[in-house]
């Protein structure tokens, strides 16, 4: 019977990780229904910062880059909002660089890539409102 056991352990470790990423993947597809449903009534979610300011906040675009990746276009997703391509990068490359460490990274450098991210997101959210940089702003191709 204790031999059993880390193979018990193991499996409960395997069923919970199946259950999360079942878990994660119903949650887009909970999403890629909601937001079809809303295209096709032609609904849109307005950013209250634009409608307040008439600027454009870091997160302008977001809904429609959803849509744009749903429908297969990423080239226009990325004329959408091109932070977010920029936030996958730096995320994935915090969750490979963990893996391979096999354990989390330290807490300093997460609070330093986290501070970086934070001036990051400012400094998009001014420069994607300059005339200079009006190609950061969300455009339809």
């Known amino acids: 019977m204790e031999a059993l056991k880390p193979m018990l352990k193991v499996d409960h470790l395997k069923t919970n990780q199946y259950v999360k990423i079942v878990s994660f993947l119903l949650f887009f597809v909970c ?3 909601l ?11 307005p950013c209250p910062i634009l409608s307040l300011t008439g600027y454009y906040c870091p997160g ?27 936030l996958l990068v730096i995320f994935f490359g ?3 660089i963990s893996t391979i460490m096999h354990k989390y ?7 330093k890539i986290l501070f970086v ?5 400012i400094g998009y959210g001014v420069l994607r409102n300059m005339e200079l940089f009006s190609f ?4 339809n191709v």
């Open 105 to 111: 990274v330290d807490k300093k450098i997460v609070s």
């Open 35 to 45: 937001l079809h449903i809303l295209g096709y009534f032609h609904i849109s979610i």
């Open 31 to 33: 999403i890629d229904i």
């Open 136 to 139: 950061l702003a969300p455009t």
């Open 117 to 121: 991210v934070i001036v990051l997101l």
């Open 94 to 96: 915090y969750v490979l």
């Open 60 to 86: 302008c675009g977001i809904s429609r880059l959803v849509l744009s990746l749903f429908s297969g276009h990423i080239y226009q997703a990325f004329r959408w909002n091109p932070f977010v391509f920029l």
